[in-house]
């Protein structure tokens, strides 16, 4: 669903949980299905009215297209805790979550805490310190993928269900994993500092 209202287009990626908010110039205030979208998108700067349809007109062209039953509802989002870190580090870590289909829940997604972003696929993992923040939270994948497109620094803003960030002027508001994640900062205090230097040719398999 498409949902115009006071310059933003809100948009709600149903299958994945993922609400997007863009501005745009039109303030008038309509909601359009997938079908009627394709179909207004069709048009350049068009000449706009709301009525019982929307009626478009860009030159000699006009259109009636009928508007949408369902009203799309914008989440109320107030966040509790914030973070800021690179996103290349975020897309980083998206390439290590578990692939298996029997992975446990909390492993599909990327856990933000104590300072990290950390990954698992409940047998290997990955974990990158972040600038700053005090999040601990469960980032899904297709939340990830929908911020792809950025680059650079991002703020980070949560609470106990929600997680938000505004990418390229885009706002993005997705759906926290629930469950408890490994305490990687309790597996890796016991790791200990004994450091090994190998050459990494010596694991190498070599042809017969």
Not at 133 to 160: L, Q, S, W, Y
Not at 182 to 195: A, F, H, K, Q, V
């Amino acid at each position: 669903v498409n949902y115009f209202k006071a310059g933003k287009l809100h948009q709600w990626d149903e299958q994945h949980n993922v609400h997007t908010i863009t501005p745009v110039d039109i303030n008038e205030e309509f909601c359009l299905d997938k079908k009627g979208m394709d179909m207004f998108l069709k048009f350049d700067n068009p000449e706009i009215k709301v009525g019982k349809t929307l009626q478009v007109k860009s030159g000699n062209v006009k259109a009636n297209i009928k508007l949408s039953e369902t009203t799309l509802v914008v989440p109320a989002f107030e966040h509790t805790h914030t973070a800021k870190l690179d996103l290349e580090k975020l897309k980083t870590a998206v390439k290590y979550i578990g692939k298996k289909t029997n992975t446990p829940v909390p492993l599909t997604g990327i856990n933000l805490a104590n300072g990290h972003i950390n990954v698992s696929d409940g047998f290997a993992c990955y974990r990158v310190k972040i600038e700053s923040g005090d999040c601990d939270i469960i980032i899904t994948k297709p939340f990830v993928d929908a911020i792809n497109a950025g680059t650079g620094e991002i703020e980070i803003r949560c609470n106990e269900q929600n997680v938000a960030t505004k990418v390229n002027d885009i706002v993005y508001i997705g759906r926290l994993i629930a469950g408890q994640f490994p305490n990687m900062t309790r597996l890796y205090s016991n790791l200990g500092n004994n450091n090994i230097v190998v050459n990494k040719n010596d694991f190498a398999v070599n042809p017969i």
